[in-house]
């Protein structure tokens, strides 16, 4: 079984900054892809930002140039770092992690920005 852990959400003004975490543990072999999704209520669940294990980067537009998202494959760890935070980020925000073919996600941390 697999399990992931985010950290980090909370609570900030437009134009701050956040950094979430998430670590990955159980039975892993190789993480393929680590990434962050976003769900607001009442609308579908989006891409925020993925990772392959060989390093290629894809973010939504909404959040390119703001929004960097890095990975510790020794720690089976992913990072999102969030920059000029807008009230629009505004979500709960799912860790992923595509590994063997199966997705598993995290139990959602709350990012609030407030204006």
């Known amino acids: 079984q697999v399990q992931l852990v985010e950290s980090g959400g909370g609570l900030v003004q437009a134009g701050g900054s956040l950094r979430l975490s998430c670590a990955a543990s159980?039975?892993?072999?190789?993480?393929?892809?680590m990434g962050w999704y976003r769900q607001v209520p009442g609308k579908q669940r989006e891409l925020v930002a993925i990772?392959?294990?060989?390093?290629?980067?894809n973010y939504a537009d909404s959040v390119k140039g703001r929004f960097t998202i890095s990975r510790d494959s020794a720690k089976n760890t992913v990072y999102l770092e969030m920059n000029s935070l807008k009230p629009e980020d505004t979500a709960v925000y799912y860790c992923?992690?595509?590994?063997?073919?199966?997705?598993?996600w995290g139990q959602g941390t709350q990012v609030t920005v407030s204006s």
């Open positions: 992923n992690a595509l590994i063997s073919r199966s997705h598993y």
């Open positions: 159980g039975s892993i072999f190789t993480i393929n892809v």
């Open positions: 990772i392959s294990a060989g390093g290629t980067l």
